[in-house]
């Protein structure tokens, strides 16, 4: 990064790379639980919910991007091994071993509310002192936001 992109960033550097590799190794399982969940769902309305699995997990996918890309550019390295993964995430991985749709929908609801916590958490730390990521930041808790409120309308439906 140059000099005065990286003057600009007001707060402990080597703390908010731990954070943002803490965040990444959330979205790659993220990623990885509803990629393989939508794989495997099965019960009542299976097609549309391993439909919205499979649009989530491109969209973590697509945070993992943007999280490595802000890591890379303040001078961090990302995670590079699925062991370190495991042992950083803030809100782990949930096996899909019951493959039924209620029980999907139910981890990830419970995955979506973790991240939600985190990257709040992420941008009261950088809140004006890093705007740029506090911008990134800002976008994916956007999206994990509606990805709880799609998931808690797909399960109210089945009721
Ligand atoms: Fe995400
Ligand atoms: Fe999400
Ligand atoms: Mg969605």
């Not at 003057?7 to 790659?28: H, S």
């Not at 995430?89 to 929908?105: F, I, Q, R």
């Not at 709040?120 to 808790?141: A, S």
Request: charged share 30%; proline share 3%; with cysteine.
């Amino acid at each position: 990064m140059g000099t005065k992109g990286k003057a600009i960033v007001g707060v402990d550097v080597k703390k908010l790379l731990e954070m943002l590799n803490k965040a990444y190794a959330d979205e790659w399982l993220a990623y990885y639980q509803y990629w393989v969940g939508s794989k495997v769902a099965c019960g009542r309305m299976r097609g549309i919910i391993a439909g919205e699995l499979a649009e989530h997990a491109a969209e973590e996918l697509k945070h993992a991007e943007m999280l490595t890309q802000r890591i890379i550019t303040l001078g961090g390295i990302p995670l590079l091994t699925p062991e370190d993964l495991i042992k950083e995430t803030n809100c782990g991985y949930d096996a899909p071993s019951d493959p039924d749709t209620v029980k999907l929908l139910k981890q990830n609801i419970k995955g979506e509310q973790c991240a939600i916590e985190t990257y709040k958490k992420l941008l009261d730390f950088v809140k004006g002192n890093d705007p740029i990521t506090y911008h990134i930041i800002l976008e994916i808790l956007e999206d994990e936001v509606e990805h709880e409120e799609d998931l808690e309308s797909l399960l109210s439906d089945m009721k």
